[in-house]
């Protein structure tokens, strides 16, 4: 009851966003009803958590193809992630109250947002492939319909483009890979596959394209291309979900394919996926630093991420096929926390920036700077949200790369000397990234919202409505909340993965409930409890010490000028400048950055400007190989659309002959 | 009826003779004659259908041997003799594919339906299974001449040839309704027509039929 009724009032709520025409407080009415519907999904999906496996609520419905029912389960796994996506869906709707004003073209958005929400809800309880499928692509395209709402500018329809044959190319793998599942009888319901046998070449397929089409949503390298440039370019309560949430629907199918569905993956995929993660990460934050749009900096960021929870996925399969279910827990549930951890501060972090562009109309780093002092709550929950990203304790980033980092030292046990030598340098790529995170967080944290501002409209930032200040602060307290109380969330990861692995672990067995140990409470034990307790305390403390018993004198100076006497802006630290050490050690090398100076001609008044250049190896490696290969073939299929009437004839003989051949040749084997 | 011996026989041989009229209209040099050629197979198809409407009682199948006798075997070659005399078309067949090489391409299909029907057809009465063997060949020869003549009329002769084994399909099996073969008759007449008017109007504005001129118009070749 509390799942179908929101689900049935997101679609009614989607009919209700086109008649809404121009005035506002109907748009207003419909993100307060999609907030209502998602807190009832979020509260259906938080009973079922705790449940015992295989008890969860199924029903099936006589929709779709007339031969076929349409199966949902709402099962452990499928509830923890609508918990999840829920968190967050909510958030943007309430965020969207306040924001939908700021919109440029509203009546493009409204429509398609409550849409958006059902599809990804969808796709959590399908429990076929038929349903799965349908929900994925409406989620799909209900959500490339809002990277499309601004579709004046070049940019945002180049996105939506490669968007959506990003989409259909995941979709077309994961319908394959259903094939492949649903083995010759066409068995589509998953209870059907989970009881089904899988051929070793079917088996090896259906991981590489369940990697392939899970993995294209989900942003991993090198699949991951055209999710910087359509998260940013969708409105920023959108850009949040698809980054923090349409991502871990995409996590979802790759989880509920790999470690439900097929059941039986070999180690050497769970090296590949661990490799495939480490290379994600690292790379997604390398470009992540070197962005200067706000919005496409996290995008990046997503996609760094995504290769941190994957590290965690690859390594429990590799875990749960050498046989150590407790460590293949551990992992799956580090995995899971990276999970519910970004879905939030990467929710937090978008909204944000929207409430930046609400504010000033600027994403542009080099144009922005000084906001914490005209917003002292937007500025306060991103810190939180930024320093939660960079895995700073006591909140939640930490604790889940803590325990991705734990369940990585215990990698060599495994008997195969390709993860005893590959798990340490998996490792090395994790702490990379993880630093490599703190630093672009740094920069954009202190180049967004320190200094001083670097353009007029950054000066001028202008009061944005309470709904959004409420929003994010709500999700920076969630941000200490699920840090600080990390026990109490393992062991609702635990229960979740106990179907998927087998057993059900206690991460907190040595010490008792505030301390997190999961291997032994000598090899590493930590508590956010404890940590948040002490620093609260040492916080009084100070503040009574320094308050009760330092100088109440006010003193007066002059801040701190670095030399320069001119009290211009352009002389700060700027987001370029900040990143330059880190674009010259890694960027000439792998991204084949060249800085050139051009100078002005003598005589000339002009500036000097200094020029950099990157370019994306990805982009050039793989897609451009593709397209050169799509073309190439177009121009050969060109040539028959001016053939002859009688060679079409021929054509069609041909291929008659050929079918004939087929059969009669089958036949007399 | 009792199904003896001799109806199978007569059925068989009756269906070879339409399939023979197929190889012959590869086989023909002269427009005439494959007008000719294939007014014999119209005539060997209604003689089919009247044999099967004799041993398989059905009396609307005389119908369709009506049809067949009348519209194929009268009225469309003489319409089309009509035309080639009309539009003073080229009286010498063209081909794409020398005539030894296609009659070799005909035996290799006759072969390849024989393979494939037999077997498919395994349960089905041995009277059905041979026609069926035999129709799909003259389809098959049908489309070959389609892509191996250059001539428009050769190419409308050959899709009617290929109707002729349609026709001879449907005869065979028991139980296949009149309405079908009705409808065949009348589409072809109709594609008669059709075909008809195109030469009219393709003959008045390019003055030949030759298909590869027509290309030439299209800008295909240079």
């Known amino acids: 009851m509390l799942i179908a009724a929101p689900m049935s009032s997101l679609l009614a709520l989607a009919v209700l966003g086109v008649l809404a025409g121009g005035e506002m407080w109907r748009h207003r009415l419909i993100y307060v009803c999609c907030a209502i519907a998602s807190l009832a999904l979020l509260v259906g999906g938080a009973r079922h958590l705790g449940q015992s496996p295989g008890t969860g609520p199924a029903f099936i419905l006589p929709i779709g193809l007339p031969w076929m029912e349409a199966h949902f389960r709402l099962d452990n796994l499928s509830a923890l992630f609508m918990v999840v996506v829920n968190i967050a869906t909510c958030a943007a709707s309430v965020f969207g109250i306040g924001y939908c004003s700021h919109l440029p073209e509203p009546r493009r958005v409204t429509p398609f947002f409550p849409l958006f929400l059902f599809g990804m809800n969808a796709v959590l309880i399908a429990d076929d492939a038929f349903m799965f499928l349908v929900s994925w692509e409406f989620m799909s395209l209900s959500s490339w319909l809002l990277v499309l709402a601004d579709h004046r500018t070049a940019e945002n329809r180049d996105a939506a483009l490669v968007y959506l044959i990003m989409a259909t190319f995941g979709t077309f793998c994961l319908l394959t890979c259903f094939g492949l599942l649903a083995g010759p009888e066409g068995a589509y319901s998953f209870a059907a596959m989970r009881d089904a046998k899988l051929e070793p070449v079917a088996g090896f397929l259906v991981v590489a394209l369940a990697l392939m089409g899970a993995g294209s949503k989900a942003g991993l390298v090198p699949l991951h291309a055209w999710l910087p440039l359509a998260h940013p370019a969708a409105p920023s309560h959108v850009s949040a979900l698809m980054s923090g949430v349409m991502t871990k629907v995409a996590l979802y199918g790759l989880i509920r394919i790999l470690f439900d569905l097929h059941g039986h993956v070999p180690w050497g995929w769970g090296a590949a996926i661990m490799v495939i993660g480490g290379i994600t990460a690292v790379l997604g934050v390398l470009y992540a630093i070197l962005q200067d749009d706000l919005k496409k900096l996290l995008a990046y960021s997503t996609v760094e991420n995504i290769g941190v929870v994957v590290i965690g996925l690859g390594l429990a399969i590799a875990f749960k096929d050498g046989g150590e279910k407790t460590l293949a827990a551990l992992a799956l549930v580090a995995g899971l926390y990276h999970i519910v951890n970004h879905s939030i501060f990467k929710t937090l972090l978008f909204l944000s920036a929207g409430a930046v562009i609400t504010a000033t109309g600027e994403r542009d780093l080099g144009r922005l700077g000084g906001l914490l002092k005209r917003m002292p709550w937007t500025g306060a929950a991103t810190l939180v949200g930024a320093a939660a990203i960079s895995a700073l304790p006591p909140l939640n980033g930490f604790v889940s790369e803590w325990l991705i980092f734990q369940s990585l030292f215990k990698g060599p046990s495994l008997p195969h000397w390709a993860m005893k030598f590959g798990v340490p340098v998996v490792g090395a790529m994790l702490a990379l990234a993880a630093a490599l995170a703190a630093t672009c967080f740094v920069r954009a944290y202190g180049i967004a919202f320190l200094g001083r501002p670097r353009s007029p409209e950054a000066a001028q930032a202008h009061a944005i409505p309470g709904t959004m200040r409420w929003t994010m602060a709500v999700l920076a307290a969630l941000c200490v909340v699920l840090g600080a109380v990390p026990v109490t969330l393992t062991e609702a990861l635990s229960a979740v993965v106990q179907p998927l692995t087998g057993i059900n672990i206690a991460v907190s067995a040595d010490l008792g409930w505030p301390w997190l140990s999961p291997v032994s409470s000598t090899r590493g034990s930590y508590s956010g409890t404890v940590l948040v307790l002490t620093g609260a305390a040492l916080f009084v403390i100070s503040i009574v010490l320094v308050h009760g018993f330092g100088t109440t004198r006010t003193r007066r100076a002059d801040a701190w000028d670095c030399g320069h006497r001119e009290n211009i802006p352009e002389t700060q630290y700027t987001g370029q400048s900040f990143a330059q050490p880190l674009r010259r050690v890694f960027g000439s090398s792998l991204f084949g950055a060249r800085e050139t100076v051009d100078m002005p001609e003598p005589g000339d008044l002009g500036p000097a400007r200094l020029v950099v250049r990157l370019i994306d190896p990805v982009w050039i490696i793989f897609y451009q190989s593709v397209i050169r290969v799509v073309g190439f073939l177009a121009d050969r299929v060109n040539r028959m659309q001016f053939l002859t009437v009688r060679r079409y004839l021929l054509m069609m003989f041909a291929t008659l002959v050929f079918m004939l051949l087929v059969v009669a040749v089958r036949q007399t084997q | ?222």
């Open chain 2, 1 to 222: 009826m009792v199904l003896t011996q001799l109806s199978y026989d007569m059925a068989h041989l009756i269906g070879a003779g339409v399939l023979m009229a197929g190889f012959q209209l590869l086989y023909q040099r002269r427009l005439f004659a494959v007008l000719n050629t294939f007014a014999f197979q119209a005539l060997a198809l209604a003689a089919a259908a009247a044999w099967q409407a004799h041993i398989q009682n059905a009396p609307h199948l005389y119908v369709t041997a009506g049809i067949a006798l009348v519209f194929k075997a009268m009225i469309v070659p003489f319409a089309l003799h009509w035309l080639v005399e009309r539009l003073g078309i080229h009286k010498t067949v063209e081909t794409a594919m020398s005539i030894g090489w296609t009659m070799i391409a005909g035996v290799a299909l006759v072969a390849l339906s024989i393979l494939l029907v037999l077997p498919v057809t395994a349960n089905a009465a041995a009277l059905t299974r041979e026609s069926l063997a035999m129709a799909m060949s003259v389809v098959l020869l049908g489309l070959l001449m389609m892509i191996t003549r250059h001539n428009a009329v050769t190419q409308v002769v050959g899709f009617m040839a290929l109707e002729n084994g349609l026709i001879l399909a449907a005869v065979s099996a028991k139980g296949m309704p009149l309405v079908v073969e009705i409808s065949v008759a009348f589409s072809v007449l109709v594609a008669m027509t059709l075909f008809g008017i195109f030469f009219f109007r393709i003959r008045e504005r390019f003055e030949t039929l030759d298909l590869n001129d027509l290309e030439t118009y299209r800008g295909d070749r240079q």
